[in-house]
């Protein structure tokens, strides 16, 4: 869940981690419409049949389809400051992906909030640790230090 925060309170929140979001299930269709958006249809993504021979026996979501959602999951995370009218993505600091995401597995973020500063006035910048979390799984889909700004009036 959206919690607001006014710029006083910024200090309280380094360091917090929200609940973890909902699980996402990643099904083949979004697979395959995320390949027809990048243009990547490499046959482990799209093409069930010759990636049941592949090693991972399946077909496994784009590494990028799991950061592109990090948008969707952080709807449930987010710290916003009070006032704010724009956010956006400003980049990553570090982003791994440590194991595949198969076709129809469930996935969920959990997020820390490592930093949060005053970039100019009006302006915040954020640095959100987000881990990619796969059900079922010791290791999580991708671990990053995702970089937002935020715009204030």
Request: proline share 5%.
């Amino acid at each position: 869940m959206t919690t607001i925060i006014k710029p006083s309170q910024i200090d309280q929140h380094l360091g917090h981690e929200p609940d973890p979001t909902k699980w996402h299930t990643v099904t083949q269709d979004q697979i395959n419409q995320f390949a027809d958006c990048t243009l990547d249809h490499q046959y482990i993504h799209v093409d069930p049949l010759k990636a049941k021979d592949s090693f991972f026996g399946t077909t496994i979501a784009h590494g990028f389809l799991s950061v592109s959602l990090l948008s969707h999951f952080a709807e449930e995370f987010s710290l916003v400051i009070d006032g704010c009218y724009m956010g956006i993505n400003y980049g990553f600091d570090k982003l791994r992906f440590i194991s595949p995401v198969k076709v129809d597995s469930r996935i969920r973020a959990r997020a820390k909030y490592l930093d949060i500063t005053t970039k100019k006035p009006g302006q915040f910048d954020f640095k959100v640790e987000v881990t990619i979390e796969i059900e079922h799984s010791k290791r999580p889909a991708l671990v990053c230090e995702w970089l937002c700004r935020q715009m204030v009036k």
